[in-house]
């Protein structure tokens, strides 16, 4: 079953619908969400990527991250993908968006209005491994840390989030 993507403009505002990896080759700005969940110890939950994804895969990266589909609004979307991906759902809010655009070594691009939410879970999640390679909860100062001295073990989207050094 082909999935499809939301085509944006700068503004957010919904132009049409493009297949998924047709946008990431074409490099369309298209509609997207990243996830981040804390626990109550402020640790922030990380996901490595499944190494048979279409692009990042073996990285590690935020909570989830995903598309939302024709017809559906971010906040389902959201909690969708948090479900389908990490096994659980959790009350979300969404903290800022951004726009960015990356050509991989695959000839595949991410080009995206990204939408970013932050959410509390305490439990352990139940990933889906077609999804999720490993995850662990990790503290911001560790975590920074770690990305300074490994960014190639990072995607590129979670680590331009994490720069921002904004008050998740």
């Known amino acids: 079953m082909k999935e499809y993507v939301i085509i944006v403009d700068e503004n957010d505002k919904e132009i049409g619908t493009e297949e998924k990896i047709k946008a990431h080759k074409e490099e369309k ?37 995903s598309h939302p589909r024709p017809g559906e609004t971010l906040n389902e979307a959201a909690h969708r993908r948090l479900k389908e991906e990490m096994g659980f759902d959790c009350k979300l809010k969404e903290v800022f968006s951004f726009i960015y655009k990356i050509k991989f070594d695959n000839d595949l691009s991410e080009h995206e209005y990204n939408h970013i939410f932050t959410g509390s879970f305490s439990g352990n999640p139940e990933p889906n491994s077609e999804e999720v390679e490993d995850w662990k909860w990790i503290d911001m100062i560790n975590l920074k840390k770690d990305i300074r001295e490994n960014p190639e073990k990072y995607t590129y989207w979670f680590k331009l989030i994490i720069n921002k050094d904004l008050d998740l």
């Open 29 to 65: 700005l298209h509609r997207s969400f990243s996830i981040f969940i804390f626990n109550s110890k402020g640790e922030l939950l990380i996901q490595q990527r499944a190494k048979t994804k279409y692009h990042s895969g073996g990285l590690w990266s935020n909570s989830c991250c």
